[in-house]
């Protein structure tokens, strides 16, 4: 089609010069002159002719080659290569995650001249992690001071809770998370006595009584999954919060009036389970986290804390809708609050924290619906495990 359309004014031009020259026989010789400069003229514009349709379909070839190429996005903007926390009583995880603001480079300036304009270029914003509409009416939790645990982490052996090699809804956490055996916690130990220990969600190191597992940084490059042990077998994207509606008398007792989807839960499964202590609503519920680098990450709850003593029912901060401060007063480097969540080393990378084992990085964080948590690292391995002893 833009052929006949550049044909056209060449060959109308054409046909009006021919009109001219052609006359009676009698009048040839004495208009050889003029017959002579009107077939120069019909040259030259033939040849320009050429030029123009040349012109046109090379501009049109490369405008639709530059319009049909598709342009490459990153799934997931970068996180800040650190996050911080530190030890506290009980320990878990929590996602966290706020979309980082799209760019939209500016079209370079044009450099054709005015008359023909070249297309102005727009390159795509950058896709990110943005959470989906959440279905369940969480409220949100804003600057909550949130530190670091992992599975297999014992910060303080001569602690009831000091160790993560079982956590309050798994007596075997470290194994059934990694798979690896290498003895079991003695029966009178502190800290999860009867226990298999060895599984580290780190570096792990020692044996038996010299065993420890230390954290490490995690990179997105693989999904901020362990660097040095094999794929875990649950959910590396864990976390903690101060309700244990198992273990906690007062928790356990109020559990079906404040836990928000208890109801929905009981309907979905077809059994009340409100008095029934092998049943946990807290375990592997889904979290969203906002982090230190702005970017939204998901987690589940696997363990309760961070706190100490009677204080594992926390419903006020945990589910309340004013955005209360957490009830523990440790275990943070902020004077004006304590630290309200755990997350898992994957976690921590994923949210940018400034530390691997701090205790001031500060994040964002409600519940959501499974079906509101979005396509990401979180849903490479998902625990789906209830209560064990």
């Not at 949130?146 to 297999?152: D, E, I, K, N, Y």
């Not at 976390?239 to 309907?267: G, H, K």
């Amino acid at each position: 089609m833009c052929d006949s359309a550049a044909f056209s004014p060449q060959i109308a031009f054409i046909h009006a010069q021919v009109s001219y020259v052609y006359v009676p026989n009698r009048y040839v010789i004495q208009n050889m002159k003029h017959l002579f400069t009107a077939l120069v003229a019909v040259a030259l514009l033939a040849f320009g002719g050429f030029a123009t349709i040349s012109a046109v379909q090379s501009s049109h070839k490369s405008s639709y080659q530059a319009g049909s190429r598709p342009s490459s996005t990153s799934t997931r903007p970068a996180p800040s290569p650190t996050v911080s926390s530190t030890p506290k009583g009980t320990s878990t995880p929590t996602p966290s995650n706020i979309p980082v603001a799209a760019t939209t480079s500016k079209p370079a300036p044009a450099t054709t001249p005015a008359s023909a304009p070249a297309p102005a270029t727009t390159s795509a914003p950058a896709p990110t992690a943005a959470p989906l509409p959440v279905t369940g009416t969480y409220p949100l939790h804003t600057n909550i001071v949130s530190t670091t645990f992992w599975v297999g982490e014992i910060f303080n052996a001569s602690l009831s809770d000091g160790s993560q090699v079982c956590s309050t809804y798994n007596g075997q956490w470290a194994l059934q998370h990694t798979g690896v055996n290498m003895g079991t916690t003695p029966s009178g130990a502190s800290g999860c006595p009867g226990s298999t220990y060895g599984g580290c969600d780190g570096v792990s190191s020692g044996t038996a009584s010299n065993f420890q597992c230390a954290t490490e940084k995690r990179v997105a490059s693989n999904g901020y999954f362990p660097l040095h042990q094999p794929k875990p077998l649950q959910n590396p994207f864990y976390l903690d919060l101060p309700y244990d509606d198992v273990n906690d008398s007062t928790a356990f007792a109020e559990r079906c009036n404040v836990i928000p989807w208890a109801a929905a839960d009981n309907a979905k499964t077809g059994v009340n389970h409100c008095a029934d202590s092998s049943y946990s609503y807290m375990k592997n519920a889904w979290v969203q986290i906002t982090g230190p680098n702005g970017g939204v990450c998901y987690g589940q709850v696997e363990d309760a804390g961070p706190s100490s003593g009677s204080l594992y029912h926390d419903s006020a901060y945990v589910f309340g809708a004013n955005n209360a401060r957490p009830a523990n007063k440790s275990f943070s480097g902020d004077p004006s609050q304590g630290a309200g969540m755990d997350v898992s080393p994957a976690l921590n990378g994923c949210l940018g924290f400034a530390e691997l084992n701090g205790d001031n990085d500060h994040v964002s964080w409600r519940f959501v619906d499974r079906a509101s948590v979005p396509a990401g690292p979180w849903l490479n391995v998902v625990t789906t495990s209830g209560v064990a002893n």
